[in-house]
């Protein structure tokens, strides 16, 4: 039957109580379509509460991070620039370049001063390295003090860099990025529009319930190890930084010989005539001139030796140990700020309960009880928030603890970066002597040197 021979008369329709229906192209009557289905038993209303999908409980305290992970957020560069020279001082400058912003800027030791100062302030509960002395040590050269500044800025800021929580705030951004005439205003204003930590961070209020219960015996066993690790990494410090030195003393030494053997070379004084040989010494003379450029090739690679040293291994070392010593001093942050003010807080509030106490007992001016009482209500504020601050602060400190532990496989990086650096500092020597030895030949009469014993 075809849709146009049906007729649109509703009422014809009524009449016959028959409606019609399409389905796959047939119409059928409604007789077929007027069974009752069963009904789904649903329960109340009030019981679908329970099949509700309940959202993942989020574990804020744990950092799921990795060292590459760290490393990959951003690689900071701090080159000197040429001094500038004021009407009477001059100052030296520094570009800072970052590979995540793409972008360099300048800045000066009092600029990187007011970043620390403010970076501080904001995140008191977190570890935030130190920034190497502004004035020159007794006993070392203005030459090693601004390279040795340098070297730390950089290791200031790269830490800093990649830290989980400060990569990501607008502080950070704004010393790496901001190109203007006063970045230190800037970086006060930005401080000024979000305040610190405790003030932001949305689980302030619910930190105490975030701990583990033994979470001060976690802290206790966490903060020796970390001591130990400090001790043992000081002392590799100290011996790579020997070993470099050795290599540019060693380098020192290789040039000095080869100029030696060259101002031999180049005596012109005739032997006497009774030295037996007089006529060897004229042709082992000009071949001694000729080896002091063989000895200045070998005390550049030992000199390339000595840098990869410190560049690789011992920046490495310093950076983790500016890490460990920036833990330390968070640690004691919170024992000497953060619970010493809870301390005197508390002991501030027993004072004043005593008194209201005494006031009690001995009739005073109304006056002088409601505002002692208005005192202990504002003292009772003051210890809620100093407790709330005592747990964030243990919050973030658990939170860095697990950082310092993320870092702990930079041990490998080192290892491997001095069995590295030793491997071709000792192939390159190696070629160079190797090429220097057959040149021998013409000295010893073709033995290379290995002459019997004297």
Request: include cysteine; hydrophobic fraction near 35%.
């Amino acid at each position: 039957m075809l849709i146009t021979d049906i007729q649109t008369d509703r009422q014809t329709y009524a009449d016959r109580h028959i409606t019609l229906l399409f389905l796959g192209g047939a119409i059928l009557p409604l007789k077929y379509y007027s069974r009752k289905l069963p009904r789904p038993l649903l329960g109340e209303p009030r019981d679908l509460n329970a099949l509700r999908m309940q959202p993942a409980q989020e574990d804020v305290l744990t950092l799921s991070l990795t060292l590459d992970r760290l490393l990959a957020r951003d690689t900071v560069q701090v080159e000197l620039i040429p001094e500038k020279k004021g009407l009477f001082l001059k100052h030296v400058e520094y570009q800072v370049t970052s590979q995540r912003y793409k972008i360099s800027v300048y800045r000066r030791y009092s600029d990187f001063d007011v970043f620390h100062e403010v970076l501080l302030q904001k995140f008191a509960y977190r570890v935030v390295p130190a920034l190497p002395p502004k004035r020159m040590l007794k006993g070392v050269s203005e030459r090693e003090f601004i390279e040795g500044r340098r070297r730390a800025l950089g290791r200031f800021l790269n830490l800093v860099a990649r830290h989980p929580f400060f990569s990501e705030d607008e502080l950070v951004k704004t010393f790496l990025t901001f190109n203007g005439s006063d970045v230190q205003s800037k970086l006060r204003d930005t401080y000024k529009k979000t305040g610190d930590e405790f003030m932001t961070n949305r689980i302030v209020t619910q930190a105490k319930e975030y701990l583990p219960a033994d979470i001060q015996a976690q802290f206790s066993t966490s903060r020796e190890l970390i001591r130990n690790i400090n001790n043992s990494f000081q002392k590799l410090r100290d011996r790579a930084e020997k070993m470099a030195e050795r290599s540019k003393e060693n380098a020192t030494d290789l040039l000095l010989f080869g100029r030696e053997l060259s101002t031999l070379g180049s005596d012109a004084s005739t032997l006497p005539s009774l030295a037996s040989s007089q006529s060897t010494w004229g042709t082992l003379r000009q071949s001694l001139k000729s080896l002091s450029v063989e000895f200045a090739v070998l005390s550049d690679k030992a000199a390339q030796q000595g840098r990869r040293e410190e560049d690789d291994v011992v920046e490495k070392l310093n950076l983790f140990l500016d890490l460990l010593q920036s833990y330390r001093d968070l640690c004691e942050r919170h024992e000497k700020g953060v619970l010493h003010e809870h301390q005197r807080a508390l002991h501030k509030y027993g004072m004043m309960k005593r008194q209201m106490m005494s006031a009690s007992v001995q009739p005073k001016e109304q006056g002088s009880v409601e505002q002692l009482e208005s005192r202990i209500v504002q003292q009772e504020n003051a210890i809620q928030t100093m407790e709330l601050r005592n747990y964030f602060s243990l919050f973030c400190l658990h939170q860095e603890t697990q950082l310092i532990f993320t870092y702990l496989p930079i041990t490998s990086h080192i290892l491997g970066a001095f069995v590295n650096s030793q491997v071709q500092g000792h192939k390159e020597m190696g070629d160079v002597w190797n090429e220097l030895q057959p040149k021998l030949g013409c000295l010893f009469g073709g033995n290379n040197g290995l002459k019997p014993s004297i």
